[in-house]
């Protein structure tokens, strides 16, 4: 057994450019300061991110789910170096093969490397300007990068909105003009603007109507086959990971308690607090009814969060050893990682059986 999603790929390593991950984020921890009284001395720490290990290969989308406040953002923003992590190593390759630490260089050289590197914003309307236009908005990365002609800059915003569907002719219109689905394809134009290879799109589609959802993610899955893109793709909600996603890991308390192939996860997670968020998913099925796994009390407090398994006082297969030891991430079986005590001996209810009524 492996005790590092990692390690299936560090003994050949990042080094190589063969089955190199695009990103490696190993022991990533973003312990955030609590600070009282007038001398604003340290009295604990939010441990937002503790210790998360995983990998993302080329062309791959890897989904981070988890309920609010759990770390996802924490983590992506981490990645992106929007914060300086604790602790930990943010492993990029670069195009001949070699890896570079994010986390330690040092933020003014940071520039060449953020234009490989972009995110999508969940709200659309807050992170478009209302006082430009689409050509400013999706055009500024590029005069950013130096591209300070206006007319190679159009034209590659009109390249850039064909991509995403929109017409290049309401280049000279206002964000306000447009529905919350076209304004995310803008958000998808101006992320592309620079070529990155990883795309960071973090609750994406959770402010969208469902039909429009759907639009969105089968918009980013062309891109990423055109493009040749990688996803890491935050969300909170199962259901709108399940078709665009290659891997899952599911994050608790700053911490991944399960990581596998999408297919597994949905079928033979391995974690309790999967299987009940897996419950929430709703089945396309009429004739199958769900059992709904409530969770009760609330998620742990990253400040002050429980001894043993941070999951123990939700978990209805919690035993003595969950209230005192913490279960490490290790491979249950090839590929598919769980931090549970019982991962082995429990058989936890997935949704794939369950929407044909096998389960
Ligand atoms: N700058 C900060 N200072 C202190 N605590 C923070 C800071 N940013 C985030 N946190 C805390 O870190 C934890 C993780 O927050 P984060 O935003 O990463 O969660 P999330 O999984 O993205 O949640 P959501 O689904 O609501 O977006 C939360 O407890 C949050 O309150
Ligand atoms: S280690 Fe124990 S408490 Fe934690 S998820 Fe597994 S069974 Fe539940
Ligand atoms: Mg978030």
Redesign the pocket.
Known sequence: MTSNPNSVHSNNSVNSVENAPLLEVRGLKMHFPIRRGFLQRTVGHVRAVDDVNFFIQPGETLALVGESGCGKTTTARCILRALDPTAGEVLFRTDDGRAVNLAAIPRKQLRPWRQHMQMIFQDPYASLNPRMTLADIVGEPLLVNGMRDRQARNDRVAELLRLVGLRPEYMQRYPHAFSGGQRQRIGVARALALNPSLVVADEAVSALDVSVQAQILNLLMELQERLGLTYLFVAHDLSVVKHISDRIAVMYVGKI?ELAPTRRVFSVPK???TEALLSAVPIPNPRVHSQRILLEGDVADPSKPPP??Y??PR?R???E??RIEP?PLVEVESGHYA?????TE?TLRGVMGRETGQN
């Not at 931090?339 to 991962?343: F, I, T, V």
Request: charged content about 10%; hydrophobic content about 35%; some cysteine.
């Open positions: 308690v974690h309790p607090y043993g398994c999951f123990h978990c297969y919690a035993v050893r969950c279960p931090a549970c005590h019982r991962a429990l």
